[in-house]
């Protein structure tokens, strides 16, 4: 193996080790961490729906903007469960990285540089696998956003409401 050889490898060897940082960082951080915030909106509006339907029990509902208000709140919240579960499934599929065949690595050993080939071919699996997670964790995100956005309505919503009720009943 030339000098260059070696060099090339050897770069190769701490790209490989950069983009599986890179990997671990998605697999292990960030798809968690939108998971746990997901499970957290889900609380928030499974909270909100049973605070309303609560309210109903004692409160009946008289004029036509207490029904519009609380209708609203309860269905900003019904689209955040649904928006939310949407995430759950986008977030539900990952790539993990590399699973070499044995298949393909009689094909390393045909080649005139078996390291550096395999070491090529490691490291694209690895980019479109970190390609794919962020699409994936991007694509939740924006969902999370829309999520939130969503509560934050509800909840809006539900405080006017019961302000109103409080002082115009």
Known sequence: M????QGYEN????HQTELRARLNINLNTDMPE???IMKTILWV???VIALALQFLKSNPLEDIIEISMFSSSLLGSVFAIITILCAFLRN??????VWLEID???RYDESDTPTITALEHINNVLIRAIKFNNEAITSTAKLLT???WLSLFSIAIMLFFAIYKSFFS
């Open 2 to 5: 030339t000098e260059k050889e």
């Open 11 to 14: 770069n190769l060897k701490l």
């Open 34 to 36: 939108q998971i746990k």
């Open 45 to 47: 509006n499974f909270l």
């Open 92 to 97: 539900k599929y990952s790539k993990g990285g």
């Open 104 to 106: 393909v690595m009689k």
């Open 146 to 148: 829309q999520s939130n």
